[in-house]
């Protein structure tokens, strides 16, 4: 069965570099949801979508931005990286009375 | 996105130890759901409930779905180290969903 698909799975920047995470979601779900989870930390949400329209926000910083496209799929844009921005960064899809289902997560290493 | 309260927030454990964790909430959910994760790994789905009082079992997990659909639990029987992760709670209403922040489960051997 389809599942979430996360891309890419790793990921390494420079300070002030800007790197893009992308989420595919597993087929008719239309919700997206992001997380970050530090090292030894639990995940934290960022933000979501439902229907290509922002849903909820959380403790996104505002050198993060994201979308959801029309078919869908979601992308991370994170600006200006930081040393801090190293994490985990996962993304979860949903749909309609269906569960969630988490991605593999992409893990950001920032140097 | 705000998070549920659950509850512990860490368990140390001998093996062949059951657990429970729970998690509650100010608001009705239509679902519930509780995951896995593993270091380095995305959260997997262990148990979702669909219905109030709902009790469901997958192998040695055990969950409940609250009767007033604002609290759930998850207990593990006589664990393993294998159980090792972090457990989430979540609940889910019309696209809607709230995590909690996590019980972290170490299995001593």
């Known amino acids: 069965a389809a599942g979430v698909i996360q891309s890419p799975r790793h990921l390494i920047k420079e300070k002030r570099e800007t790197a893009t995470l992308k989420c595919y979601p597993i087929?008719?779900?239309?919700?997206v949801y992001w997380y970050q989870q530090g090292p030894g930390q639990d995940p934290q949400f960022l933000i979501s979508f439902y229907e290509k329209m922002q849903s909820d926000k959380g403790s996104i910083p505002d050198r993060f931005s994201a979308q959801q496209f029309s078919d869908y799929h979601s992308e991370l844009n994170m600006s200006s990286l930081e040393l801090g921005d190293s994490a985990l960064y996962f993304c979860?899809?949903?749909?309609?009375?269906?569960?969630?289902?988490f991605g593999q997560g992409t893990r950001l290493t920032v140097v | 996105g705000q998070q549920l309260n659950q509850s512990p927030q860490s368990m140390f454990i001998q093996e062949g130890e059951d657990v429970s964790m729970n998690c509650t909430s100010s608001s009705i959910f239509n679902t519930w759901l509780w995951y896995k994760q593993e270091p380095g790994e995305g959260p997997v789905l262990l148990i979702a409930?669909?219905?109030?009082?709902e009790l469901t079992s997958n192998g040695r997990l055990t969950a409940q779905f609250g009767i007033t659909r604002k609290d759930s639990f998850l207990n593990i029987s006589a664990s393993i180290p294998s159980d090792v992760g972090i457990y989430f709670c979540?609940?889910?209403?019309?696209?809607?969903?709230?995590f909690g922040a996590g019980t972290r489960l170490t299995v001593k051997p």
């Open positions: 979860a899809t949903g749909g309609e009375n269906t569960e969630a289902f």
């Open positions: 087929p008719r779900h239309d919700t």
């Open positions: 409930l669909y219905k109030a009082g």
């Open positions: 979540a609940g889910y209403n019309n696209n809607d969903m709230r």
